[in-house]
Protein backbone atom coordinates (compact mmCIF):
# COMPACT_ATOMS: atom_id res chain seq x y z
CA UNK A 1 0.00 0.00 0.00
CA UNK A 2 1.18 3.52 -0.93
CA UNK A 3 0.17 6.93 0.21
CA UNK A 4 0.77 9.34 -2.09
CA UNK A 5 0.07 13.48 -0.06
CA UNK A 6 -0.69 16.84 -1.86
CA UNK A 7 -1.73 20.30 -1.01
CA UNK A 8 0.95 21.58 1.52
CA UNK A 9 2.84 24.86 0.71
CA UNK A 10 3.03 28.22 2.44
CA UNK A 11 -0.20 30.83 3.39
CA UNK A 12 -0.64 33.51 5.95
CA UNK A 13 -2.70 33.45 9.00
CA UNK A 14 -6.33 33.05 8.27
CA UNK A 15 -5.91 31.70 4.79
CA UNK A 16 -6.98 28.16 3.90
CA UNK A 17 -5.22 24.83 2.12
CA UNK A 18 -6.89 21.62 0.95
CA UNK A 19 -4.39 18.02 1.62
CA UNK A 20 -5.34 15.54 -0.32
CA UNK A 21 -3.69 11.83 0.10
CA UNK A 22 -4.29 8.71 -2.21
CA UNK A 23 -3.94 5.35 -1.35
CA UNK A 24 -2.83 2.69 -3.80
CA UNK A 25 -1.85 -0.88 -3.97
CA UNK A 26 -3.57 -3.94 -2.73
CA UNK A 27 -6.39 -2.55 -0.74
CA UNK A 28 -9.66 -4.21 0.08
CA UNK A 29 -11.44 -1.87 2.73
CA UNK A 30 -9.87 0.66 4.45
CA UNK A 31 -11.03 1.46 8.08
CA UNK A 32 -9.73 4.31 9.05
CA UNK A 33 -8.41 7.49 7.47
CA UNK A 34 -6.60 10.15 9.00
CA UNK A 35 -4.12 12.68 9.53
CA UNK A 36 -1.27 13.49 11.63
CA UNK A 37 0.97 16.54 11.85
CA UNK A 38 4.43 17.31 13.69
CA UNK A 39 5.87 20.44 14.32
CA UNK A 40 9.64 21.34 15.08
CA UNK A 41 10.79 19.73 18.57
CA UNK A 42 7.07 18.16 18.85
CA UNK A 43 5.70 14.70 18.72
CA UNK A 44 3.54 13.70 16.14
CA UNK A 45 -0.40 14.08 16.54
CA UNK A 46 -3.43 13.36 15.74
CA UNK A 47 -5.27 16.21 13.35
CA UNK A 48 -8.48 14.22 12.17
CA UNK A 49 -9.75 11.19 11.22
CA UNK A 50 -12.65 9.32 9.55
CA UNK A 51 -13.82 5.75 9.69
CA UNK A 52 -15.28 3.79 7.30
CA UNK A 53 -18.89 4.99 8.79
CA UNK A 54 -18.38 8.45 8.03
CA UNK A 55 -17.24 9.29 11.77
CA UNK A 56 -15.06 11.91 12.60
CA UNK A 57 -12.46 12.72 15.30
CA UNK A 58 -10.87 16.01 15.42
CA UNK A 59 -7.85 17.84 17.76
CA UNK A 60 -9.07 20.37 20.08
CA UNK A 61 -6.74 23.03 18.65
CA UNK A 62 -8.37 22.65 14.96
CA UNK A 63 -12.39 21.85 15.93
CA UNK A 64 -14.61 24.31 13.61
CA UNK A 65 -11.65 25.10 11.56
CA UNK A 66 -10.45 22.01 9.97
CA UNK A 67 -12.78 19.19 8.39
CA UNK A 68 -11.87 15.86 7.27
CA UNK A 69 -13.47 13.51 4.68
CA UNK A 70 -13.15 10.78 2.57
CA UNK A 71 -13.87 9.41 -1.07
CA UNK A 72 -13.85 5.61 -1.12
CA UNK A 73 -14.28 5.11 -4.58
CA UNK A 74 -10.74 7.19 -5.01
CA UNK A 75 -9.59 5.99 -1.71
CA UNK A 76 -8.70 9.12 -0.70
CA UNK A 77 -8.33 11.44 2.44
CA UNK A 78 -9.37 15.13 2.41
CA UNK A 79 -8.25 17.77 4.76
CA UNK A 80 -9.50 21.28 4.49
CA UNK A 81 -7.40 23.80 6.52
CA UNK A 82 -9.52 26.89 7.43
CA UNK A 83 -8.62 30.01 9.62
CA UNK A 84 -4.83 28.98 9.72
CA UNK A 85 -2.75 29.78 12.32
CA UNK A 86 1.31 30.01 13.08
CA UNK A 87 0.59 27.30 15.08
CA UNK A 88 -0.65 24.89 12.85
CA UNK A 89 2.75 24.82 10.77
CA UNK A 90 4.19 21.37 10.66
CA UNK A 91 4.80 18.59 8.46
CA UNK A 92 1.48 16.90 7.56
CA UNK A 93 1.58 13.02 7.24
CA UNK A 94 -1.51 11.15 6.15
CA UNK A 95 -2.41 7.80 7.74
CA UNK A 96 -4.55 4.83 7.08
CA UNK A 97 -5.79 1.89 9.26
CA UNK A 98 -6.21 -1.44 6.91
CA UNK A 99 -7.21 -4.25 9.46
CA UNK A 100 -4.69 -3.72 12.10
CA UNK A 101 -1.84 -2.60 9.78
CA UNK A 102 -0.81 1.52 9.89
CA UNK A 103 0.51 2.97 6.49
CA UNK A 104 1.87 6.78 6.60
CA UNK A 105 2.43 8.95 3.50
CA UNK A 106 5.75 11.28 2.81
CA UNK A 107 4.40 13.91 4.79
CA UNK A 108 3.73 17.37 3.11
CA UNK A 109 4.77 20.52 4.68
CA UNK A 110 2.43 23.10 6.00
CA UNK A 111 4.15 26.41 6.67
CA UNK A 112 1.94 29.67 8.16
CA UNK A 113 3.23 32.89 8.36
CA UNK A 114 1.88 35.15 10.63
Known amino acids: VQLQAYGGGSVQAGGSLRLSCAASGSIFSINVMGWYRQAPGKQRELVAAINSGGTTTYADSVKGRFTVSRDNTKNTVYLQMNSLKPEDTAVYFC?????????WGQGTLVTVSS
Open 95 to 103: NVLIRTQAY
